[in-house]
């Protein structure tokens, strides 16, 4: 199953999104990995923040051998999660699609379509649909 990766500079955030999504397809979902917030010396509360290590490790976990769906929210979180595709070994950094959906409506689509068994490509386009979707009912 496609697994998806969640890359927000905010733990709460990203924490809070997966578990909305994991109640759309409740046990039968995707394996969905977070990555998010870095940890501040001095502090036991993690920052506001991305780090491309663990990205690379979230996408790792997360990959089964179908392939990942990248989720980042803002746009630094790209960079990380470019940066984190060269860590991987080739064959991972191939099956892996960084989408530029929304996160959480795009983590919706993301998981409802990986969890009838899609590949990352049409995960990270339906993923990608919700930004079209919330356009429309917003015109209405």
């Known amino acids: ?10 733990r709460p955030l990203a924490e809070a999104s997966v578990a909305m999504a994991r109640q759309m397809v409740r046990d039968s979902g995707p394996r969905i ?3 998010a917030g870095i940890q501040d010396p001095g502090s036991e509360e993690p920052g506001l923040g991305t780090d491309a290590a663990a990205i690379s490790a ?9 392939g ?7 746009g630094s979180a790209i960079l990380s999660a470019r940066t984190a595709l060269e860590f991987l070994d080739p064959d991972i ?4 699609r960084l ?3 929304p996160l ?13 068994g899609s590949d990352p490509t049409e995960v990270a386009a ?12 917003v015109e209405d």
């Open 33 to 35: 990995e977070i990555a």
């Open 58 to 66: 979230a996408i790792e976990a997360a990959d089964d051998g179908q």
């Open 1 to 10: 199953m496609t697994g998806i990766v969640v890359v927000s500079h905010s």
């Open 99 to 101: 989408s530029w959906a």
């Open 104 to 116: 959480v409506e795009g983590l919706l689509g993301a998981v409802v379509t990986a969890a009838s």
């Open 126 to 137: 339906q993923a990608e649909v919700a930004a079209e979707a919330k356009r429309r009912q």
């Open 93 to 96: 950094a191939g099956r892996t």
């Open 68 to 74: 990942v769906v990248v989720l980042m929210d803002l």
